[in-house]
Nanobody
């Protein structure tokens, strides 16, 4: 299973970006999916997750109301729509997938990881 994340870039504060993560080699519709991020000098943290059914969503408090996670099973892709971006959102963003035996995705049960895409928000 391979995950390829893309869509990062440099954006001004208040701007928006949409990250995409394309999954190949597995049954995408059966994976819990999510996004994590790691800022320089900090640990990797969860940003948003979506269950394999699409019925359960989770957002970190820091991104609630600004970020939206979604999935398109027909395209084997999970998205992270980011708006009202802040400089503190600057990080490398990673997508990940876990088995549907888990209720949701977290760092402990994430089985597959993408390569990361850099998001830089300038003030």
């Amino acid at each position: 299973v391979q995950l390829q994340a893309f869509g990062g870039g440099l954006v001004q504060a208040g701007g928006y970006l949409r990250l995409s993560c394309a999954v190949s080699g597995g049954t995408f519709s059966r994976y819990n999916m999510g996004w994590f991020r790691q800022a320089p000098g900090k640990e990797r943290d969860v940003v948003a997750t979506i269950s394999w059914t699409g019925g359960s969503l989770y957002y970190a408090d820091s991104v609630k109301g600004r970020f939206t996670i979604s999935r398109d099973n027909a395209k084997n892709t999970v998205y992270l729509q980011m708006s009202s971006l802040k400089p503190e959102d600057t990080a490398v963003y990673y997508c990940a997938a876990s088995s549907p035996v888990y209720v949701t995705l977290d760092q402990a049960n994430a089985r597959y990881w993408g390569q990361g895409t850099q998001v830089t928000v300038s003030s």
